[in-house]
């Protein structure tokens, strides 16, 4: 198990390592994350959502129904988590 | 070579906290300890998802303040993009943080049923126990 481990881990850390030489250099301004589109929403978000945090305003706004679908992925959890664990009653099975 | 580890310093920093949860999910044989080498799986991909976002010279939150709120009724008031960091990463790793949330949560109740059955939380263990019982 441990060698399997080891050995797995060499082969994603030469792969991994491999890729960061092609990333951007940290905290440079014109790296492609930071200029493909995030500008349009630094400059729009305010002027259409009238919301001055970028942040509540591409949860709530931009992408409003993900996180709706991000509570459905909540409420399943917590569902799960409750029939799991609940005491079960007499004479049901298992 | 030393300027070019140093240039993305932050990068290395990631791939080591994120082989050392795939080690913990893969090597140990302790059921919790692979729930906790996964959340910290999660943890280095949230914070290299946050580090793409940074940018260096002055930028601060994406939140406008006073000023700018006020300048967005009359024309186009020209918002900088630079002195701005780059907040969908930020957006979209608030998203992964409730998912991980979620599926730690399923994880350990799953735990807590597999000990009461086996009485332990060892792999190796309940293999033996499942082997040895034809469960």
Redesign the interface.
């Known amino acids: 198990?441990?060698v399997?481990?080891?050995i797995?881990?060499i082969l994603?850390?030469a792969l991994?390592?491999y890729g960061?030489e092609d990333?951007p250099?940290?905290?440079?301004?014109n790296?492609p994350?930071?200029s493909h589109?995030?500008?349009k929403?630094?400059?729009e978000?305010?002027?259409k959502t009238?919301t001055?945090?970028?942040?509540t305003a591409?949860?709530a706004d931009y992408?409003g129904y993900?996180?709706m679908g991000?509570t459905t992925?909540?409420f399943?959890?917590?569902m799960?988590?409750i029939l799991?664990?609940r005491k079960k009653r007499k004479g049901e099975g298992d | 070579m030393l300027e070019y580890i140093v240039?993305?310093?932050?990068?290395?920093a990631y791939?080591i906290l994120?082989?050392i949860g795939?080690?913990a999910m893969?090597?140990k044989?302790n059921l919790v300890k692979k729930l906790i080498g996964m959340n910290i799986f999660q943890s280095a991909v949230i914070l290299f998802y946050i580090?793409?976002?940074?940018?260096?010279?002055g930028?601060t939150v994406?939140?406008?303040?006073g000023d700018?709120?006020a300048a967005?009724g009359h024309g186009?008031a020209?918002?900088d993009?630079?002195s701005?960091i780059?907040?969908?990463?930020?957006?979209l790793m608030?998203?992964a943080i409730?998912?991980s949330i979620?599926?730690t949560?399923?994880a350990l109740?799953?735990l807590?049923?597999i000990f009461r059955r086996y009485k332990t939380l060892e792999l190796d263990e309940i293999m033996k126990i499942r082997k040895d019982t034809g469960v």
């Open positions: 198990m441990k399997v481990a080891t797995l881990i994603t850390g991994l390592i960061v990333m250099d940290w905290g440079d301004p790296s994350a930071n589109v995030s500008p929403y630094i400059q978000a305010l002027e009238a001055p945090n970028i942040v591409v949860l992408r993900d996180t991000e992925v909540i399943t959890a917590g799960a988590c799991m664990l | 240039s993305k310093y932050n990068f290395w791939v994120l082989l795939l080690y893969v090597g044989k580090s793409i976002g940074v940018k260096k010279g930028a994406p939140i406008f303040l700018a709120h967005h186009h020209l918002i993009v630079a701005y780059n907040p969908l990463p930020h957006v608030l998203t409730v998912v979620a599926t949560g399923v109740a799953v807590i049923l």
